[in-house]
């Protein structure tokens, strides 16, 4: 299999994990809270809803100190027309621009985009044996904290 087969293999695979886990589709824009008791608190946030896409982002209640942004996290678009999540961007201020430059070869940005959806599908895994999902989301009007 090529590289961009097996990373569009992941992005179905990263799309049925979430759809199992917090049925996104169903969420309006917004922020939720998933607590199961563990101290890590998971916040996902609908960043938008349109026709083909959702734009959400994952993160724990952690902050980065040097930055004060939550880390990990994943920013990550959902299109609905071609059953794909795709991990557009891992850690605040870190999109794959950031880290490989504009003017990357074609092998390096897949690599690359390989490594972000690998780790989502890993997180997202880590999240389901944890016990989080769509009974502990919680709508929040403010931010904890």
């Known amino acids: 299999m090529s590289r961009l087969g097996w990373l569009i293999g992941l992005q179905e695979e990263n799309l049925a994990l979430l759809q199992r886990l917090f049925a996104p589709a169903e969420l309006a824009d917004g922020t939720y809270l998933s607590c199961v ?15 083909y896409t959702q734009e959400l982002r994952l993160s724990y209640l952690l902050c980065d100190p040097l ?38 070869p074609a092998r390096q ?25 769509v009974a502990t989301l919680r709508r929040q009007t403010r931010l904890p904290g």
């Open 37 to 51: 008791g563990d101290g890590l608190d998971l916040r996902l946030e609908v960043l938008a809803n349109h026709r």
């Open 67 to 104: 930055t004060g942004q939550p880390d990990p996290s994943a920013h990550v678009r959902l299109y609905r027309d071609a059953g794909l999540a795709e991990a557009t961007h891992c850690y605040v201020g870190r999109r794959w621009q950031d880290v490989i430059g504009l003017d990357a």
């Open 109 to 133: 940005i897949i690599g690359h985009r390989l490594r972000m959806n690998t780790f989502l599908g890993k997180w997202l895994g880590y999240l389901s044996r944890q016990g989080h999902g």
